[in-house]
């Protein structure tokens, strides 16, 4: 797994409304340097999970649906990247490593992922967010 600029760029948005209220897609961009363009891509999808809300007109904008208390690291990961998983030969189809002939390149591999999404399960993204 690579954690993308998506990725970083949602974290940002989640901090950027993390008080609460509605902002624009503007007011984000400019408090998080993300591109506009990123910002809307990442707001509709972080919206088709249910972890923003938009309002329309005037006012409107975007604010959080969730509590940055109950969600991790790696519960935005998994919603935003397509594989969750360190190289491609921790997917189930790798061929390298059987049963009658293990690999030990992919256990070592494997060693590590399960670490990795462990430590990004246990942060929460409140913990991680500057104050």
Not at 23 to 29: A, K, L, P, R, S
Not at 78 to 90: G, Y
């Amino acid at each position: 797994m690579i954690i993308t600029k998506k990725t970083d760029y949602a974290i940002r948005i989640c901090r950027a409304l993390e008080d609460g209220k509605v902002h624009n897609v503007t007011e984000i961009c400019s408090k998080e340097g993300v591109p506009r363009a990123f910002a809307y891509k990442i707001l509709r999808e972080l919206e088709s999970h249910d972890v923003v809300k938009s309002e329309r007109g005037n006012n409107g904008g975007y604010y959080l649906n969730i509590s940055l208390n109950d969600v991790t690291l790696y519960d935005i990961i998994k919603l935003l990247e397509d594989d969750v998983v360190i190289t491609h030969c921790m997917k189930e189809d790798c061929d390298r490593n059987r049963a009658d002939a293990p690999c030990k390149v992919h256990q070592e591999l494997l060693r590590v992922q399960e670490i990795m999404e462990r430590e990004l399960s246990k942060k929460k993204i409140r913990e991680v967010l500057d104050d």
